[in-house]
Structures are given as C-alpha cells and as structure tokens.
C-alpha cells in the first residue's frame, strides 16, 4: 500500500497541484496586502474616510451596549453583527484574483498560438444547400448526383 500510495504522491499532476496550491497561497497573501493595505484606502478616502473592514450591522448588542466604534469593539462585547465591510474586501480580492487569472491565461493562450482548425468533414450540395458528408457522390437531401463535386 505504501509502494502505490508513493507511486500516487509521485505522479506529476499531483506535484503540479501541490506547486499550485502553495503557489496560489503566497499569491492570495499578495492580493489580500494590495486590497486592504493599497486599493481600500483610497477608496475610502474618496468615500469620505470610510473604512470598509469596519462596516458592519449590529444585530445584538453585548456588553457594554453600543454603538461601537469599530468591527473589533463590538465583537469584543460578544456582540452579534453582520460585517459586510469585510465581505466588500473579500469581493474586491475576488475580483482582483479573478482578473489576474482571466490575464494568465490570456497570456498563456498567446504564447500557444491560434488554435488549429479540425479538418471539415461536411460541405453544402450544390444543388440544395444542404450539409452533406465531403466524400459523398450523391446527396442525401435532394437525391442529386456530385460526382463533379467530389472530384473538386
């Protein structure tokens, strides 16, 4: 069992996934820095100096009662709030990791070249238009015969 487990853990996907996943991890740090620490500030700024990781509904209050100030005073008197100021950053991070993405593999896809064309297999009968196998000698639709246009 050991024998097929190391055969499992030595196959390439796998070792590509594990890469993958480590490197995706270093990147998510990267993305969330530039979210909360690059893009929010200014953003808050120029939406009157909000802080977005501090918006939050308070559904109960703790204790003390409220109102609080910040997201960490009201979740250290044990209140109940929905933090949808931290579900904004985590959306804009999405986006950010979204985009990076949709970019990589934009830039792999290039670096491939243009796709190749499968061969046709299908061509249209002179005669009425319609799809027809490329070697046929007579069309199926309309009963015409193509042996000149299975010579072209």
């Known amino acids: 069992m050991f024998e097929e487990f190391k055969k499992f853990i030595m196959r390439g996907n796998v070792m590509d996934m594990a890469v993958g996943i480590i490197i995706g991890a270093a990147f998510a740090t990267i993305v969330n820095s530039l979210v909360n620490d690059i893009l929010m500030p200014p ?5 009157g100096g909000v802080d977005f990781s501090n ?3 308070t559904l109960k209050e703790g204790a003390p009662p409220g109102p609080y ?3 960490t005073a009201a979740q250290e008197a044990g209140a109940v709030t929905i ?4 579900f904004l ?3 804009i ?3 950010i990791v979204a985009f990076a993405i949709f970019l990589l593999v934009r830039w792999v896809n290039r670096l491939k070249g243009p796709a190749e064309e499968p061969a046709a297999t299908t ?3 002179p005669y009425c238009l319609m799809e027809i196998p490329i070697g046929a ?3 199926g639709h309309c009963g015409s015969e193509l042996a000149m246009a299975a010579a072209d």
């Open 43 to 47: 953003i808050g700024l120029l939406l």
């Open 55 to 57: 918006l939050f509904i």
């Open 69 to 71: 100030a910040t997201l």
């Open 83 to 86: 933090n949808y100021g931290v």
């Open 89 to 91: 950053n985590a959306l």
């Open 93 to 95: 991070t999405f986006l």
């Open 123 to 125: 061509t249209d009968c």
């Open 137 to 139: 000698t007579r069309c």
